[in-house]
Nanobody, 125 residues
Framework: QLQLVESGGGLVQPGGSLRLSCAAS????????IGWFRQAPGKEREGVSC????????NIVDSVKGRFTISRDNAKNTVYLQMNSLKPEDTAVYYC??????????????????WGKGTLVTVST
């Protein structure tokens, strides 16, 4: 069974850090572009960051630029999202998603092949 499982969410104070992990089972991630998306209460899901199969290419949304970093370790079949200087507006359920690709192109939520169930990040005092 093909699965993506996110972990690492939780409650953190403003200014704190979390590292989210996205682990794959049932398939190897090195053929897949991976994206992190988030959905805050009452808002639409938005793309946060996207990384190519090899990790050579990545992009990130302006609202988290300089604070979040995406990376991957294909040997561990895992993609990460390091989140620093967290703000209350970063509160959301964070999802990872995978799309099988031959060439690099950015992630969009309507063409990803597999999704995880999400992990909740709450930034609050």
């Amino acid at each position: 069974q093909l699965q993506l499982v996110e972990s690492g969410g939780g409650l953190v104070q403003p200014g704190g850090s979390l590292r989210l992990s996205c682990a794959a089972s049932g398939f190897t991630l090195d053929s897949y572009t991976i994206g992190w998306f988030r959905q805050a209460p009452g808002k639409e899901r938005e793309g946060v960051s996207c990384i190519s199969r090899s990790g050579a290419y990545a992009n990130i949304v302006d609202s988290v630029k300089g604070r979040f970093t995406i990376s991957r370790d294909n040997a561990k079949n895992t993609v990460y999202l390091q989140m620093n200087s967290l703000k209350p507006e970063d509160t959301a359920v964070y999802y990872c998603a995978a799309r099988r690709d031959l060439i690099w192109r950015s992630c969009t939520s309507n063409d990803m092949n597999y999704w995880g169930k999400g992990t909740l990040v709450t930034v609050s005092t």
